[in-house]
């Protein structure tokens, strides 16, 4: 029986016990979204993945400080070399100041992460309100002599770190081979080497998104600002780092040389990715006309989707993949999905009304311990609620009077339900899809009133058709006659 937590390690490439560096508290950052598109599934996983990691080691006692970022800078995915910021790029067309787009986007995240109930981090530093700490470890890294000046720029120099330290070891790609696929430079490039990386970046004339430094009006590289705020906030040495496995390289192996450079040291622990998500077998894109956002999930509105899928079923959804594997969504998928976890809740309401009586023909403490064995195990959520369904197997039985459990059994129980479907797995009861069914009957009777209430006028019935109106209106609803009828809403 394995009763402490193990995590894989991205770096070691292999599964280790955790320790955290400080007893008693961990240290997580987790790279936030880019905010200038609506949140899609692609952040959801991450989001989902990190949330069970924070929700879970709070589970174990640990005091966590969880800091995810929000990227508002802008910049390119890769490398901030060429073309517009992104961010401004979209404030110039939708005529919005950049931090308005930064602020729609922001919100936008915040809600459908509302909706995930996925836990607010401890701290969510933006990076535009870190830039001086981003020069100051340009400034370490400049000083150590692994970044040189060119033209207003900063270029981090790979070739020298490479020298004294294994570029690559994250994501296991080799220096040389590196060299081998990148373009020969064509001696117009400020780079010494097609590998070396922004750390700052000249702006412009038309990159509105700028800051003064003693090198150039400019703008920080994307992989920096995570190494400036990570130490901020967690220490130049700290327990976890997180993100989507997209990001190992060139970000995260990028994160890492810089901290290097910088403090001398390794500042992570353990590094965790997430595996991405697929939709019908297929990776997701704009381009690929299948980026589906959370919004159209939740209401359906997309021509890839059969229904809508509650905030939960996709929550759920994720977690019956462990986090390293791929998850490929299909309407199949997500169908089935939604109904094994109605089960399972439905389970959990079932055991509410179960009376203890005679022996246990559950063992508790096994079915506990086989849950906490795979969590322990990297996260293994999927053989979690493989447990967890054995025992509403149990649970059903039980209900039906053809098993008992006893009243220590039967508490037991309980407590391990609510612990691993709520706490744990932050699912929520279906309130939602009960009020899809609620609200259509609401709307029903309200118009069903405000019909009799047509009827009422038509026949001149004067009293009944004011009462109609005024006993709606104190219950909040404004009501509006209109060319063909009536419109109401309900005032907040
Ligand atoms: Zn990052």
Redesign the pocket.
């Known amino acids: 029986m394995e009763n402490q937590l193990q995590i894989y390690n991205t770096l070691s490439r292999k599964k280790e016990v955790f320790k955290p560096i400080n007893e008693g508290k961990v240290g997580l950052y987790v ?1 936030g979204p880019t905010v200038y598109g609506k949140a899609h599934l692609g952040h959801a996983r991450p989001a989902v993945t990190f949330d069970l990691l924070f929700r879970y080691l709070q589970h174990l006692g640990y005091k966590v400080r969880y800091v995810r ?1 929000i ?1 508002d800078v802008g910049h390119l995915q890769n490398d901030a070399d060429e073309g517009e910021d992104k961010i401004a790029k979209k404030a110039r067309l939708d005529e919005l100041e950049p931090m308005e787009v930064v602020q729609i986007y922001t919100n936008d995240y915040h809600k459908n992460m509302q909706k995930l109930n996925i836990l607010p981090p401890s701290i969510e530093p933006r990076a535009t309100g870190h830039i001086l700490e981003q020069i100051e470890v340009i400034e370490k890294i400049l000083k150590a002599g692994y970044a040189y000046e060119s033209k207003g720029s900063i270029y981090f120099d790979v070739e020298k770190y490479s020298q004294d330290y294994p570029y690559g070891e994250l994501s296991g790609r080799k220096i040389e081979d590196l060299q081998a696929n990148t373009r020969e430079l064509d001696g117009q490039d400020e780079k010494h080497s097609p590998l070396d990386f922004a750390i700052w970046k000249k702006a412009a004339p038309e990159h509105i998104m700028r800051w003064k430094s003693k090198w150039s009006d400019g703008f920080p590289g994307w ?1 920096l ?2 190494t400036a705020m990570g130490s901020k906030y967690l220490g130049e040495r700290f327990d976890i780092h997180g ?1 989507g496995m997209d ?1 190992t390289f060139p ?2 192996e990028a ?1 890492i040389a810089q901290a290097k450079a910088a403090f001398g040291h390794q500042a992570v622990n353990y590094w965790m990715h997430n595996n991405m998500v697929t939709l019908n077998g297929q990776k997701m894109g704009k381009s690929l006309g299948n980026a589906i956002s959370l919004d159209e999930f939740f209401d359906g509105n997309h021509e890839l989707l059969e229904q809508a899928y509650s905030p939960m079923t996709i929550r759920f959804f994720m977690l019956t993949a462990q986090y390293r594997s791929t998850l490929d969504f299909s309407n199949e998928a997500l169908q089935a999905s939604e109904k094994g976890m109605e089960r399972l809740l439905k389970a959990v309401e079932t055991l509410e009304t179960i009376k203890a009586k005679g022996q246990s023909s559950i063992q508790v403490t096994d079915l506990s311990d086989k849950c906490y064995a795979a969590m322990n195990d990297d996260l293994n959520s999927p053989v979690a609620i493989a447990h967890l369904f054995d025992g509403v197997k149990i649970i059903n039985s039980i209900a039906d009077g053809k098993e008992t459990i006893s009243e220590a059994d039967l508490t037991g129980l309980k407590k391990l339900y609510s612990i691993f479907v709520f706490d744990l797995f932050g699912l929520q009861k279906q309130e939602d899809s009960g009020s899809v069914d609620n609200n259509s009957a609401f709307e029903g009777a309200v118009n069903l009133l405000l019909q009799l209430r047509m009827e009422a006028k038509v026949n001149k019935d004067w009293g009944t058709a004011d009462k109609i109106r005024d006993e709606l209106a104190k219950l909040g609803f404004d009501i509006k006659d209109t060319k063909d009828g009536f419109d109401w809403e309900l005032k907040k």
């Open positions: 790279c970022n990227t992989h600002e995570c993100g990001l970000h995260h994160e």
